[in-house]
């Protein structure tokens, strides 16, 4: 009687090999879609944030504050300045962090205008109708700004 043999065939090994490669292989491209929609998704929504931090720094200092886009970074601004000690080389507060998007999404930002303020009556100036677009490898969104500083989509 012949001794059982315990394991796998080689051909078995190869049936195995050949469909995981075809399911990654159906998958990645779905995977880096679902990816590049998340990613301008987020930088969309990080964008927003600014604009809402923005307006209520604006309402509760009572002072100016700029959303200023400067290439794919974003950073809010805020005049005249309180720091008086760490003057460095701007006349304005910055409101958090600076937020390079292109960067941390791989997104590219259009600006319809480069910056805009809001006043402490929490108006928005010279923003009406205005939009930034954010795109990354043919997926687009928009964020739209009202005369009030909402974001409208």
Do not use: C, H
């Amino acid at each position: 009687m012949a001794a059982r043999r315990r394991g796998f065939s080689l051909v078995e090994m190869l049936i195995v090999v050949v469909i995981i490669g075809i399911m990654v292989g159906i998958g990645f491209p779905k995977m880096r879609t679902g990816m590049t929609n998340n990613n301008v998704r987020a930088a969309r929504t990080a964008l927003i944030n600014m604009i809402a931090g923005a307006r209520n720094a604006s309402s509760q200092t009572n002072r100016f504050t700029w959303v200023k886009v400067e290439g794919n970074r974003a950073v809010v601004l805020a005049r005249p300045r309180l720091d008086l000690v760490n003057t460095g080389s701007t006349n304005a507060d910055t409101i958090g962090p600076v937020q390079n998007l292109g960067q941390l999404y791989g997104v590219t930002i259009t600006p319809a205008p480069d910056s805009f303020r809001f006043n402490s009556t929490l108006t928005s100036l010279g923003i009406v109708g205005k939009t930034f677009t954010i795109t990354r490898s043919g997926r687009v969104e928009t964020v739209a700004v009202d005369g009030l500083g909402r974001v409208i989509k």
